[in-house]
């Protein structure tokens, strides 16, 4: 259960279409009450940093505007307040030195973006049930 102004889910994609379907995935499976949406790197930071409660895991991901997604998971892993948030690299990246990357600076799961919906809103749905409902990280 999430009390007022908690975050779920902290969504980080620039591309508007990724975030649409994202966000029908998650609420057709009823599975975060509350997502909040950076449109690029900056953005991630400055919600991270800010006073309200952390997120329960971050999707991320890694070809955004201002700041690169690789750049906020290595901020994010490098900061005593956010290193423990699971982060899920969600991205069009096949890229295996992003993979890589990914995984040396503390990535949770690398997960590519199918092309069609139904593959992407299952992607989603799978990682969603699983970091909000099954995963259960320490207090």
């Known amino acids: 259960m999430t009390t007022q102004g908690e975050i779920e889910v902290l969504l980080v994609e620039d591309n508007a279409s990724d975030v649409e379907l994202t966000l029908r995935a998650l609420q057709k499976r009823n599975l975060a009450n509350r997502v909040v949406v950076a449109r690029d790197g900056v953005e991630a930071l400055q919600i991270l940093e800010g006073p309200a409660p952390l997120p329960k895991v971050v999707l991320l991901d890694l070809k955004l505007p201002k700041l690169n997604g690789l750049e906020v998971l290595r901020r994010m892993k490098s900061d005593e307040r956010t290193k423990r948030i699971p982060v899920v690299v969600l991205t069009s990246s096949h890229e295996e030195p992003d993979v890589e990357e990914s995984y040396r600076l503390g990535v949770n ?15 989603v749905a799978e990682v969603g049930l699983y970091w909000l409902l099954l995963n259960h990280p320490p207090e």
């Not at 799961?109 to 992607?123: G, I, L, N, Q, R």
């Open 109 to 123: 799961s690398y997960v590519v973006k199918p092309v069609d919906f139904e593959s992407f809103a299952t992607a």
